[in-house]
């Protein structure tokens, strides 16, 4: 199976700019999550997608954004770009099992490395 | 929320040697990963490890659920062992991945 994809891997915007990043998951996972990591923060939960559906959503302001479409693939938006959201910033595909002990296991895309100047 | 500690901070090891970091988690879990992130920034998924031990070659991860850590050992360790090793559990509400703040292994020749 191929492994979660993200696009592009590396990004360069101004301020007060937008910008989209892409996401496809592994092929039959229905989850995508994103995070953030930067040196400072370390890395932060984003928000999560299912079933095309905003199910969780971390601490940050609403200029960030997303959407997960039919076939599980997910875009997040950043408008109005400051500086400090120079970050990487990662998805990821979440297999969830059921059955006698729930399991749910993430697995990342390479990320895609955002510099805003 | 649930809180994550690892130690140690930063790591220095000459090849060939043996380390153990370790992950403190603050309310009980049912899902912990350990993760390496490489220099290019991905998360390689090491470990699935909610309880119990579990070993993939020179590594091996040990979760006790009801003590709140979990121990990741890496031995013979090599050159390519190099980067950060981060531990990572999911929230209360089952959404997300809350991480600690990464191990950082050095690995030199």
């Known amino acids: 199976k191929a492994g979660v994809t993200q696009t592009p891997r590396y990004l360069i915007k101004t301020r007060g700019q937008q910008v989209t990043l892409s996401c496809s998951p592994i092929s039959g996972h229905r989850s995508v999550s994103w995070y953030q990591q930067t040196p400072g923060q370390g890395l932060q939960f984003l928000f999560e997608y299912f079933s095309e559906t905003q199910r969780n959503k971390g601490n940050f302001p609403g200029r960030f954004s997303g959407r997960q479409f039919s076939n599980s693939r997910s875009e997040m938006n950043v408008s109005t770009l400051e500086l400090g959201d120079s970050a990487l910033y990662l998805c990821a595909s979440t297999l969830r099992t059921s059955g006698g002990a729930s399991s749910y296991e993430q697995y990342f895309g390479p990320g895609t490395r955002l510099t805003v100047t | 929320g649930i809180q994550v500690e690892q130690s140690p901070p930063d790591l220095i090891l000459q090849e060939g040697a043996n380390s153990t970091l370790r992950c403190n988690f603050s309310?009980?879990?049912?899902?912990l990963q350990w993760f390496h992130q490489n220099p290019w920034g991905q998360l390689i998924n090491l470990f699935y490890i909610p309880s119990g031990t579990k070993q993939n070659g020179r590594l091996s991860a040990t979760t006790v659920a009801t003590e709140r850590y979990s121990l990741l050992y890496i031995s013979s360790s090599q050159t390519t062992d190099s980067g950060v090793y981060f531990c990572?559990?999911?929230?209360?509400?089952?959404?997300?991945?809350?991480f600690g703040k990464g191990t950082t292994l050095s690995v030199s020749s």
């Open positions: 990572a559990v999911l929230n209360q509400a089952g959404t997300a991945l809350i």
């Open positions: 309310d009980s879990v049912n899902n």
